[in-house]
Each structure stands twice: as structure tokens, then as C-alpha cells.
């Protein structure tokens, strides 16, 4: 009797192709994010200070250290290692975005997020929270599909997916 590989459904062909894609932009976001602010740490600092949300210490802590935790996620992300880890503290992450500008907006705050360098105060009227929400709403749900879905092409880890394909070339 010949044993036959299960069938697999469009989903389950699919959904490997499209993590792929979500690890990769998510990766591509967190490692500009990271970046841009890695350049000018200072700004970062004033990005999180005009936030008015922390004491001044962790304010210079947070601002110094967030570019740096944004790289490494979008290194982790690019890579395709501990995929659901990595979506989890990814939506963990975006949806403390989430609040802060939604807290900025709640207060009558007129500041620029900050989230690709720069940040601090603007001028009334210059702010765009809701762009800003949706943005990051948008992409917590894109790593909430990692939480869910975490199996991807071109990964470290390569899932039930690539450890089938594994063993059908031995």
C-alpha cells in the first residue's frame, strides 16, 4: 500500500507564501524605524518626551533603547526566527503605538509620532493621528497573522511545511 502525502487545502498553500510576505514588510518597517532613529538618538528622545506619558529617566531610556529593539525585531522578522514570538511582540509593540498616539490625539497633544525619526512638537493643526493610527493599526493586524499563522518561506525556523519538503527530497 502506497502512503499518500495529505491534501492540502488553498489556505494551507497559501498562508506560508503570505507570512512570508508579512514577516518581510514587517521586518522592512522595524528595520527603517530602527534605523532612522539609531542616526539620531536624541530625536528619538524628544520623540518619546513630547509624548508626556513617562518620567524623565525612562523617557531617555526608552528613547535610546527603542531604535535599537525595533532593529533587532526587524532582523528577527527578516530572518524568519521564533516567527510567532517575534509577531507577538511586534503587536505587542505596535499596540503601545497605538495608545500613545491615541492618548497624544485624547489630550489635545501636537506632536509627530516619531515612529521614522524625528518627532516632538508641531505646530497645531500639523499633526495626523489618524493616518498615524491607521498605519499602525494596519500593521498590528499584519503581526497578529504572524501570531497566528507563523509558518513562512525563506525562514531559519522552517515550520511543518519545509520540514515536509525536507523530507520528500530525501
Known amino acids: 500500500m502506497i502512503a499518500r502525502a495529505p491534501v492540502r487545502t488553498r489556505f494551507q498553500r497559501v498562508a506560508p507564501w503570505v507570512s512570508t ?6 521586518a522592512g518597517v522595524f528595520l527603517a524605524a530602527g534605523g532612522l532613529k539609531a542616526v539620531d538618538p536624541q530625536s528619538s528622545v524628544a520623540a518619546v518626551r513630547a509624548y508626556e506619558l ?17 532593529i533587532a525585531l526587524g532582523l528577527v522578522l527578516a530572518a524568519g526566527a521564533f ?3 517575534a509577531g507577538a511582540v511586534s503587536a505587542a509593540l505596535i499596540a503601545v503605538f497605538v495608545l500613545a498616539v491615541l492618548s497624544a490625539a485624547e489630550r489635545g497633544l501636537s506632536i509627530d509620532c516619531g515612529c521614522f525619526g524625528g518627532g516632538g512638537t508641531v505646530a497645531a493643526g500639523q499633526t495626523n493621528y489618524a493616518g498615524e493610527i491607521l498605519r499602525d493599526s494596519l500593521l498590528l493586524v499584519l503581526a497578529l497573522w504572524l501570531v497566528w499563522q507563523p509558518h513562512s518561506r525563506l525562514a531559519l525556523e522552517p515550520g511543518p511545511v519545509g520540514r515536509r519538503e525536507l523530507e520528500d527530497h530525501r
Open 83 to 85: 516567527t510567532r514570538v
Open 54 to 70: 513617562l518620567p524623565p529617566g525612562l523617557e531617555t531610556l526608552v528613547g535610546w533603547g527603542l531604535p535599537f529593539v525595533e
Open 21 to 26: 510576505l508579512v514577516r518581510l514588510v514587517l
